[in-house]
């Protein structure tokens, strides 16, 4: 059986190399709830972050 993830939200914003404990956070508070969090790297620029909430 498969286990999906469904995007709820996703957003670029201005990367900052802090904004991983934000992501861990969120995702050690929340997990239990069904929300998981992610922050990758624009592959297009460098300088931008994507920031996804996703519903377990």
């Known amino acids: 059986m498969e ?3 469904e995007i709820l939200s996703s957003i ?3 990367y900052s190399d802090q ?3 934000m992501v861990d956070l969120l995702n050690r508070t929340l ?3 069904g ?3 992610g ?3 624009d592959q ?3 300088n931008k972050a994507i920031f996804t ?3 377990a």
Do not use: Q, V
Request: charged share 40%; net charge positive; no cysteine.
């Open 31 to 33: 997990k239990k709830e």
């Open 12 to 14: 670029k914003i201005d």
């Open 44 to 46: 297009e620029d460098g």
């Open 53 to 55: 909430i996703y519903r």
């Open 19 to 21: 904004l991983y404990k």
């Open 35 to 37: 929300f998981i969090f």
């Open 39 to 41: 922050l990758a790297l």
């Open 3 to 5: 286990n999906k993830m």
